[in-house]
């Protein structure tokens, strides 16, 4: 077993992250060069899963002509069953078998291919090993996990290996949490190019959500719930909001920045306000991508995400029912016989919402801020699809491309980074390309600044006084 490092500090990661570079305009070519040593450009591991398989497809129907993908997992047989299934443009895609209990394959898996995306989960318990071998090999790396306690083991044990051999290693690269770290980054370099300030409040709010859910995403959910029960440790890396810092003691205090619990009328977004259940881990995302840039954000940054339930009679009511919902089922997951009954109700691993669910799925979303300066901006963030799968298999297929591809285009740093600090703009670019809404706007303007005074010259003060004193002295 590797040592568990310290926390670590901003400098381990091997350059600034905080230098965005220009996205790359309209749709992406493939470049020959970009393959260099290895045999393939990308590889999804897990790809007889249910979020695997989806993200395979993305690729089979989006990956430019001649970029060099790989289906890797246990099972031979069942990986030729899911290349069958993906069309002639996968017909000489070749198949890896990989384990993620044998390091051994994950470290062969690692040093054949430029990226590697894995869908294998629950990651705290699976996913190590690889991350490992992927900053072993300089091999860059991406998932979809939402678990905090794995992606702290990932820092404290990866972070330096990984900045070491020039390696990007992205968590969270699905519906949790690309729309919001990207969103976050939009806002900020908005601002910025307007002079407008430091980011300071800033909220997202849910606006509109249809979707379903599968089973491994409930396996990883109650996988961390049992860690959580079971250890006082983990129960404070998780409510920690700073949980994944690279320089925790560096962090501002900020007050109380625990996640909403409840239902809440807020009074500067002017609606009724309740619980967003991926709100645990977003917000740790968003915060450690201001960290990585040096709290570019700004050290009054205060983040937060929240479901909007608008201002109608019967919001509060509403917000209400599904904050109880919400609860209801954590509950009920946490709890040894609820479990089991909701076991045999709910989709196993390997399941999830059917092709018409994920078609008519979809996710509106709003991120509010005001900047030092006194502006305020709005971000937009929107797609049409499931959000845990029809749109998180275009994120984290365009994630495999954007790493493999746009090298020359992503931010220069290195280690266990966000989807904002690998990659950023470019990242937001080929989103758009792909159908998904990311747009910044401002909605006040800053406040007029105070005219200079005119300062009068030594001469004219002088002239001033002595009229001053002839209009005081009395005719003779």
Known sequence: MVARAGRLAPRGVSRPCHRQRAPVRGRFAYDEQVSGDRELDVVVFGATGFAGRLVAGYLAGQAPGGVRVGLAGRSQRRLADVRAGLGAAASAWPLLAADSADPVSLAALARIARVVVSTVGPYRARGLALVRACAEAGTDYAD??????????????????????????VHCCGFDSVPSDLGVLLLYLAARADDAGDLQDTTLVVTALGGGVSGGTLASMMGQQDEVRASAQSRRVVADPYALSPDRAAEPDLGDERDLGWVRYDSDLRMWTGPFAMAGINTRVVRRSNALQGWAYGRRFRYREVTGFGVSPAAPALAGTVSAALKAA???????????????????????????????????????????????????????????????????????????????????????????????????????????????????????????????????????????????????
């Open 144 to 169: 979809l996990t939402g678990e905090v306690l794995f992606i702290r083991d990932s820092i404290d044990y990866c972070h330096d290996a990984a900045a070491g051999t020039g390696t990007r290693i």
């Open 330 to 476: 954590e509950a009920g997951l946490a709890f040894g016989p609820s479990r089991a009954l909701l076991s045999r109700l709910l989709p196993a691993p390997g399941q999830g919402p059917g092709e018409k669910a994920r078609r008519t799925g979809f996710f509106r979303i709003q991120i509010h801020t005001r900047t030092s300066a006194g502006a305020r901006y709005l971000g937009t963030i929107q797609a049409q699809g499931d959000p845990g799968y029809a749109a998180t298999s275009v994120m984290l297929g365009e994630t495999a491309l954007c790493l493999a591809l746009d090298r020359d285009h992503l931010p220069g740093c290195a280690g266990v980074l966000t989807p904002a600090t690998a990659m950023g703009a470019t990242l937001a670019a080929r989103l758009r390309s792909a159908g998904h809404t990311l747009a910044v706007r401002q909605i006040t303007p800053l406040p007029p600044q105070a005219p200079t005074p005119c300062l009068p010259s030594l001469a004219q003060a002088l002239r001033v006084r002595r009229g001053r004193r002839n209009e005081t002295k009395k005719p003779r």
